[in-house]
């Protein structure tokens, strides 16, 4: 479905007027694919001025925000279509959180999965400040039937999460992994 000149990355459910919409980021094409409820491909637009490589998104407060892989999350005006503010995101030490991947906001926090972890960090969106630090390496480790891979450090790690409201948990997935796991996290 996805043109092969695209390298599709984080998806967005967003409220258009009265339309639901499906906005996906390109990794490097600096583009998102608008698509209908259905994924019929409607428009594609290129990024918020500022943004060049996309990585994660997720609808937050009818506002998006987006990851690049780098220690931001850009906030970014749905309407206008521009970088309203930018969240520089720090551990408990004050240390930035750099790779951050796909993300989840859920109830004024954003839900993070950090490339090459398998570590996902819940991030208080006003502050920028990591409130608490999920390891699940302990998944990773005791599922190794889960996946695929070759045991490769690089290619075998956890690489999305998205939020399912009705059981309040995340579905949980990675490079070459075999199932999708739904946990809870507090």
């Known amino acids: 479905m996805l043109d092969e000149n695209y390298f599709g990355e984080g998806i967005a459910l967003i409220q258009d007027g009265e339309e639901q919409k499906i906005l996906q980021l390109t990794w490097k ?3 998102v694919l608008v698509y209908d409820i259905e994924l019929t491909l409607l ?3 290129p990024f918020p001025q500022g943004i060049t490589i996309g990585w994660g998104m997720t609808n937050c407060n009818n506002d ?4 690049d892989g780098s220690d931001q999350i850009y906030v970014v005006d749905i309407e ?3 970088i309203k503010n930018i969240v520089s995101v720090t551990n408990k030490s004050g240390y930035s959180i750099p790779k951050l991947n796909e993300i989840e906001y859920v109830d004024g926090f954003i839900y993070a999965n950090v490339f090459y972890s398998n570590s996902i960090y819940k991030i208080d969106l006003n502050t920028g400040n990591v409130v608490q630090t999920y390891n699940l390496l302990s998944l990773y480790q005791s599922n190794e039937e889960a996946y695929i891979g070759s045991h490769d450090k690089w290619n075998d790690i956890m690489n999305g999460i998205a939020y399912h409201s009705p ?3 995340f579905y949980i997935t990675g490079k070459r992994w075999n199932y999708i796991f739904q946990i809870q996290l507090d």
């Open 29 to 31: 094409e600096e583009t």
């Open 64 to 67: 998006l925000c987006i990851t």
């Open 43 to 45: 428009e594609t637009r």
């Open 80 to 82: 206008k279509w521009e």
């Open 167 to 169: 059981t309040d948990s």
